[in-house]
């Protein structure tokens, strides 16, 4: 069954620096959407995209944060100065065309360590 | 807005024990609702899904029955193994095609 992959699995990065956390979404799927989820608590959606630009983003989801779908097949999240409190794990999902009826399928997740 | 409420854990229950964990929404028009399940260190998996009233999602011996008149999804299993220890997320996707997830309920099952 085709997956949603994410790379890395963990990333540490120190303060101030930047990130780019990469995934591939399903091939036939046309939404895209970031998540995070700090240890312990809820699933906090980030962001959607659709049609090579972004759809909804949430109140997290300030100019420190960016996305974008460089080829045909990665979508990235990038976090310009990493701060302790971005801390998390980062979750990719994807879904087909926009009938309600259709899951999201999510990665793995890459766990995001600031020092 | 829309949004999804569901029990707050952890639920600890031991093994063979019948499981309830309630999920309630809000949405305008017809949301379609899913339950995910999160194992320790693993991401999200879709457990189940509902598109329309009275529908009933089931997998793995878990099932969940869309009730549009008390606006409903709770996830039930009759006998919860020790494996089945995991966080379960409620969750809708509107005719917006935006996701809303609960908060998670974590599942301990004792042997």
Redesign the interface.
């Known amino acids: 069954e085709p997956e949603v992959t994410q790379t890395p699995s963990h990333q540490v990065t120190q303060m101030g620096q930047e990130v780019i956390l990469r995934c591939v979404p399903i091939s036939n799927h046309l ?1 895209f ?1 970031w ?1 995070r989820q700090i240890l312990g608590q ?2 906090e ?1 980030l962001v ?1 995209f ?1 049609n090579n630009e972004i ?2 983003k949430s109140e997290i989801f300030d100019d420190q944060f960016s996305v974008e779908r460089p080829d045909g097949s990665n979508f990235t999240l990038k976090i310009r100065s990493t701060k302790l409190e971005d801390s998390a794990m980062y ?1 990719c ?1 994807s ?1 087909e065309e ?1 009938i ?10 890459t766990r995001l360590s600031i020092l | 807005g829309d949004s999804v409420t569901q029990m707050e854990g952890p639920v600890t229950l031991s093994e063979e024990a019948f499981l309830t964990i309630n999920c309630t929404y809000t949405a305008t028009g017809y949301p379609s609702l899913f339950w995910y399940v999160q194992y320790p260190g693993e991401g999200l998996q879709l457990l189940l899904k509902a598109t329309k009233a009275d529908d009933k999602g089931s997998n793995k011996g878990f099932e969940a029955t869309y009730r549009k008149e008390t606006t409903s999804f709770h996830l039930e299993k009759g006998s919860v193994q020790v494996s089945d220890s995991a966080v379960y997320f409620c969750a809708l996707r509107n005719n917006f095609n935006k996701f809303y997830f609960g908060s998670g309920t974590k599942l301990n099952v004792k042997p």
Do not use: T
Request: proline residues 4%; negative net charge.
């Open positions: 939404y959407y998540y809820k699933v959606f959607s659709y759809s909804e979750f999902a879904s926009g309600g009826n259709q899951p999201q399928h999510f990665g793995d997740g």
